[in-house]
């Protein structure tokens, strides 16, 4: 019996171009190799790739922080905060510029147990600027550690007037006048109360310094230190308890306190 040399077709479905199951093999191992190597490039480079993002969506919290922190809304801006120091700040200023943030908002709620973590896990060496160290000294006074914030305190004021920055030396120098102060130290206390007076002369602190002049016996000196303050200042506050402290040093004052 001879055979027939006839070819038998490829049946297709319906409406299937011939070639087409070719075209779709085709494609299916172009998308083999390409997850193949999609996996063998997220093994090489997957770390560094997800490190990014970490790093950008750190980046981003911490800049929403400092958003919200200028708009007033504290207790927001704290939450950015620690997420973004939770994340992968990988530019060790952002991370101090961060860690300080905390600090200081806990700071000024109060909330000094919590800012003493917050400041002590920063470097020191990362206060490089006399700002840097207010929340951190006055949390340090306020929860009696008096020998660091001392210590501390001269640093800031050292770094305040290198720069040259007048409202930071004046807070530094307040505290370290009371401290004098408390330790019956008043002539110590008048040193940062007269270079107050000289680069902040509106300053209420200048009050204090002619109470303790007048302490001191040196009446005249403590009504001249009002006088000029009275001069200067706009503040109402501080004119009505200047007046005051200035009507208990007259004379007038005085013969009525000894008659």
């Known amino acids: 019996m001879t055979q027939s040399n006839v070819d038998i077709p490829v049946e297709l479905s319906p409406g299937v171009p011939g070639g087409s199951h070719v075209l779709f093999l085709g494609l299916c191992g172009i998308a083999f190799l390409a997850m193949a190597a999609s996996l063998v490039g997220y093994g090489i480079f997957g770390e560094r790739i997800t490190v990014g993002l970490s790093e950008a969506c750190a980046e981003a919290a911490l800049d929403s922080g400092q958003k919200l922190e200028a708009l007033g809304n504290t207790p927001q801006a704290l939450q950015k905060y620690c997420q973004a120091l939770k994340g992968n700040l990988a530019d060790e200023r952002a991370r101090f510029q961060c860690g300080l943030a905390i600090g200081d908002i806990l700071f000024r709620d109060q909330r000094y147990s919590e800012a003493l973590v917050a400041y002590r896990a920063?470097?020191?060496?990362?206060?490089v600027t006399a700002g840097a160290f207010?929340?951190?000294?006055?949390?340090?006074?306020?929860?009696?550690?008096?020998?660091?914030?001392l210590r501390l305190t001269l640093t800031w004021l050292a770094l305040a007037e290198e720069e040259g920055n007048i409202e930071?030396?004046?807070?530094?120098?307040?505290?370290?006048?009371?401290v004098a102060e408390e330790a019956g130290d008043e002539a110590a206390s008048?040193?940062?109360y007269r270079r107050i007076a000289e680069i902040a002369p509106t300053d209420g602190m200048v009050i204090q310094m002619a109470r303790v002049l007048a302490r001191q016996g040196d009446v005249a000196g403590a009504q001249q230190v009002l006088e000029d303050f009275l001069n200067r200042?706009?503040?109402?506050a501080h004119k009505k308890t200047a007046r005051e402290l200035r009507a208990t040093l007259s004379p007038e004052s005085n013969r009525v306190a000894g008659s």
């Open 122 to 127: 920063l470097p020191e060496s990362g206060f």
């Open 134 to 149: 207010a929340g951190y000294v006055g949390t340090l006074w306020n929860v009696g550690d008096k020998e660091e914030a």
């Open 168 to 178: 930071q030396e004046v807070w530094a120098r307040r505290k370290l006048a009371q």
């Open 190 to 192: 008048l040193t940062h």
């Open 233 to 236: 200042t706009e503040n109402p």
